[in-house]
Nanobody, 125 residues
């Protein structure tokens, strides 16, 4: 499977963006999908994930209530709806696929074997 992320851009603080992650080769139904981000000079960090075979979602504390992850298996696409964006959300955002069925593993980079390219999000104050 290959993943392609898109939807990044530049917005002002308080604005919204929706990122998309399209899977080719296999359906997203077979994978847990996670979103991670990496700001310049910082390590890649977990943002949100949706489980492989259920609608269960998990979020990093710093995005709870502002971001929402979802998936449309018919379109082989996962989404990250980002609202009330803050300058500290500025980063490259990556989607990733995992075959794990262990919920506690969804936050771990090491659980994800397939990564898409990043899409840049810039939030200005």
């Amino acid at each position: 499977v290959q993943l392609q992320a898109s939807g990044g851009g530049s917005v002002q603080a308080g604005g919204s963006l929706r990122l998309s992650c399209v899977a080719s080769g296999r359906t997203t139904r077979n994978y847990a999908v996670g979103w991670f981000r990496q700001a310049p000079g910082k390590e890649r960090e977990f943002v949100a994930a949706i489980a492989r075979s259920s609608p269960m979602t998990v979020y990093a504390d710093f995005v709870k209530g502002r971001f929402a992850i979802s998936r449309d298996n018919a379109k082989n696409t996962a989404y990250l709806q980002m609202s009330n964006l803050k300058p500290e959300d500025t980063a490259d955002y990556y989607c990733a696929g995992s075959s794990t069925i262990i919920a506690s593993s969804l936050r771990s980079l090491g659980s994800y074997a397939t990564w898409g390219q990043g899409t840049q999000v810039t939030v200005s104050s």
